[in-house]
């Protein structure tokens, strides 16, 4: 079965320090993976992918994301975190019949000036 | 391009009062289409989804019902609202294409039950 762990629900940084957002994953296959962003009051918004390429994976705002399979891991990191990356972030696994998502609890990030 | 729309975007409803929300798919062919309830301080609850017209699987028994008369329409029901049914609800549309299967999200319904 497939299931998410978002280890922090609140993190709260300083604009221009690093950003690390944690996530592990079960999986009983090999799994694709997900970020997403969401601010308040709107949709989900995809930021990166992995999908059995490159186990560091890019994505929009200068966001990546390193896939670890042996530690089960896929966490979200940025080198500067800026202003408007204040929102919740949702790790998320797909199901091998990729008919279904696992969402994490998600994790609000507070970035301070 | 593909574009999703939900409607409405606020909805205010009496406790016992019936509820329709629509989702709406542009610019793709045979989505599969989800439903997602996200309540306050919650995560996103996946209700239903659905990988073709009159084809729906539930996740969570609740007094809530979801159809699909249309490719790419997706109406998620009910015909008594609950307190406990408030929050946001979200409806997405991904297409297992290659490595392709990310999820896209419409804007969202804000329900309040009052």
């Known amino acids: 079965a497939q299931s998410v762990t978002q280890l922090d629900s609140h993190v709260s940084v300083s604009e221009g320090t690093p950003v690390l957002l944690r996530c592990n994953y079960s999986?009983?296959?090999?799994?694709?993976l997900f970020w997403y962003v969401q601010h308040p009051n709107k949709g989900l918004q995809l930021l990166l992918k992995y999908t059995s390429a490159a186990t560091l994976v890019k994505g929009i705002n200068g966001f990546e994301a390193e896939f670890k399979k042996s530690e089960t891991s896929f966490h979200l990191t940025k080198p500067s975190a800026h202003m408007s990356d204040a929102a919740e972030y949702f790790c998320v696994v797909i199901e091998y019949n990729f008919n279904k998502f696992y969402f994490g609890s998600g994790t609000k990030l507070n970035v301070k000036p | 391009s593909q574009t999703i729309h939900q409607w409405p975007a606020t909805l205010v409803q009496p406790v016992g009062s019936p509820l329709s929300l629509e989702c709406t798919v542009e610019?793709?062919?045979?989505?599969?289409l989800y439903w997602y309830r996200q309540a306050a301080g919650r995560g996103l609850q996946l209700l239903f989804y659905?990988?073709?017209?009159?084809?729906i699987s539930s996740e969570v028994p609740q007094n809530l019902s979801a159809s699909r008369p249309q490719d790419r329409q997706f109406i998620l029901s009910s015909k008594k609202l609950l307190l406990s049914d408030s929050g946001f609800y979200l409806c997405?549309?991904?297409?297992?294409?290659?490595?392709?299967?990310?999820?896209?999200f419409g804007p969202g319904t804000r329900l309040t039950v009052t």
């Open positions: 997405a549309w991904s297409v297992p294409q290659g490595s392709s299967y990310e999820q896209y």
């Open positions: 659905s990988v073709g017209i009159g084809q």
């Open positions: 999986s009983s296959y090999s799994p694709s």
């Open positions: 610019g793709t062919s045979n989505p599969n």
